[in-house]
Nanobody
Framework: QVQLVESGGGLVQAGGSLRLSCAASGSIFSINAMGWYRQAPGKQRELVAA???????NYADSVKGRFTISRDNAKNTVYLQMNSLKPEDTAVYYCNANLKTRDYYVMDYWGKGTLVTVSS
Protein backbone atom coordinates (compact mmCIF):
# COMPACT_ATOMS: atom_id res chain seq x y z
CA GLN A 1 0.00 0.00 0.00
CA VAL A 2 2.92 2.32 0.72
CA GLN A 3 6.24 1.96 -0.98
CA LEU A 4 9.54 3.73 -0.51
CA VAL A 5 11.99 3.39 -3.35
CA GLU A 6 15.59 4.45 -2.90
CA SER A 7 18.05 5.21 -5.64
CA GLY A 8 21.47 6.72 -6.07
CA GLY A 9 23.70 4.31 -4.23
CA GLY A 10 26.87 3.02 -5.73
CA LEU A 11 30.62 2.84 -5.49
CA VAL A 12 32.64 6.00 -5.08
CA GLN A 13 36.15 6.89 -4.05
CA ALA A 14 36.87 8.61 -0.79
CA GLY A 15 36.24 12.31 -1.12
CA GLY A 16 33.59 11.78 -3.74
CA SER A 17 29.89 12.51 -3.69
CA LEU A 18 26.62 10.70 -4.10
CA ARG A 19 23.04 11.85 -4.06
CA LEU A 20 20.44 9.47 -2.71
CA SER A 21 16.77 9.81 -3.51
CA CYS A 22 13.75 8.23 -1.93
CA ALA A 23 10.26 8.51 -3.31
CA ALA A 24 7.23 7.50 -1.31
CA SER A 25 4.12 6.38 -3.10
CA GLY A 26 0.87 4.63 -2.43
CA SER A 27 -1.97 5.23 -0.02
CA ILE A 28 -0.48 8.30 1.62
CA PHE A 29 -2.44 11.05 3.27
CA SER A 30 0.47 13.02 4.63
CA ILE A 31 4.10 12.57 5.56
CA ASN A 32 5.31 13.75 8.94
CA ALA A 33 8.99 13.14 8.41
CA MET A 34 11.41 11.33 6.18
CA GLY A 35 14.95 10.32 6.81
CA TRP A 36 17.89 8.15 6.07
CA TYR A 37 19.36 5.42 8.20
CA ARG A 38 22.34 3.25 7.48
CA GLN A 39 23.60 -0.10 8.57
CA ALA A 40 27.08 -1.43 8.07
CA PRO A 41 27.87 -5.13 8.38
CA GLY A 42 27.89 -6.17 12.01
CA LYS A 43 26.61 -2.79 13.11
CA GLN A 44 23.31 -1.49 14.35
CA ARG A 45 21.17 0.64 12.14
CA GLU A 46 21.73 4.30 12.88
CA LEU A 47 20.10 7.55 11.96
CA VAL A 48 22.00 9.52 9.35
CA ALA A 49 19.66 12.43 8.73
CA ALA A 50 16.00 13.24 9.00
CA UNK A 51 13.72 16.06 7.97
CA UNK A 52 10.22 16.90 9.09
CA UNK A 53 7.43 18.20 6.95
CA UNK A 54 8.15 21.60 8.43
CA UNK A 55 11.76 21.51 7.35
CA UNK A 56 13.50 20.78 10.64
CA UNK A 57 16.57 18.61 10.18
CA ASN A 58 18.60 16.30 12.32
CA TYR A 59 22.00 14.83 11.47
CA ALA A 60 24.29 12.30 12.97
CA ASP A 61 27.42 13.96 14.30
CA SER A 62 29.53 11.88 11.96
CA VAL A 63 27.96 13.41 8.85
CA LYS A 64 27.40 17.01 9.89
CA GLY A 65 28.95 19.38 7.43
CA ARG A 66 29.21 16.70 4.76
CA PHE A 67 25.66 15.48 4.19
CA THR A 68 22.59 17.53 3.44
CA ILE A 69 19.05 16.25 3.59
CA SER A 70 16.30 17.95 1.64
CA ARG A 71 12.80 17.20 0.54
CA ASP A 72 10.22 17.87 -2.10
CA ASN A 73 6.91 17.53 -0.33
CA ALA A 74 4.93 17.77 -3.54
CA LYS A 75 6.74 14.70 -4.83
CA ASN A 76 6.90 12.87 -1.49
CA THR A 77 10.61 12.63 -2.06
CA VAL A 78 13.60 13.05 0.19
CA TYR A 79 17.18 13.48 -0.91
CA LEU A 80 20.51 12.99 0.77
CA GLN A 81 23.43 14.80 -0.76
CA MET A 82 26.58 13.14 0.47
CA ASN A 83 29.85 14.96 -0.03
CA SER A 84 33.38 14.26 1.13
CA LEU A 85 32.54 10.61 1.53
CA LYS A 86 34.70 8.48 3.76
CA PRO A 87 35.22 4.72 3.82
CA GLU A 88 33.39 4.61 7.13
CA ASP A 89 30.29 5.86 5.34
CA THR A 90 30.06 2.50 3.61
CA ALA A 91 26.73 0.94 4.50
CA VAL A 92 23.31 0.08 3.24
CA TYR A 93 21.27 3.24 3.41
CA TYR A 94 17.59 2.90 4.18
CA CYS A 95 14.91 5.44 3.58
CA ASN A 96 12.34 5.92 6.31
CA ALA A 97 9.05 7.74 6.34
CA ASN A 98 6.69 8.42 9.18
CA LEU A 99 3.39 9.00 7.49
CA LYS A 100 -0.34 8.93 7.77
CA THR A 101 -2.07 6.64 5.34
CA ARG A 102 -5.33 7.48 3.68
CA ASP A 103 -6.91 5.21 6.27
CA TYR A 104 -5.45 7.61 8.86
CA TYR A 105 -2.98 5.15 10.32
CA VAL A 106 0.32 6.68 11.35
CA MET A 107 3.17 4.30 10.69
CA ASP A 108 6.83 4.08 9.85
CA TYR A 109 7.73 2.67 6.46
CA TRP A 110 11.10 1.54 5.21
CA GLY A 111 12.70 1.19 1.86
CA LYS A 112 14.65 -1.88 0.87
CA GLY A 113 17.94 -0.04 1.05
CA THR A 114 20.60 1.09 -1.34
CA LEU A 115 24.24 0.19 -0.95
CA VAL A 116 26.86 2.90 -0.69
CA THR A 117 30.45 1.77 -0.90
CA VAL A 118 33.29 4.22 -0.42
CA SER A 119 36.72 3.00 -1.39
CA SER A 120 39.92 4.38 0.07
Amino acid sequence: QVQLVESGGGLVQAGGSLRLSCAASGSIFSINAMGWYRQAPGKQRELVAAITSGGSTNYADSVKGRFTISRDNAKNTVYLQMNSLKPEDTAVYYCNANLKTRDYYVMDYWGKGTLVTVSS
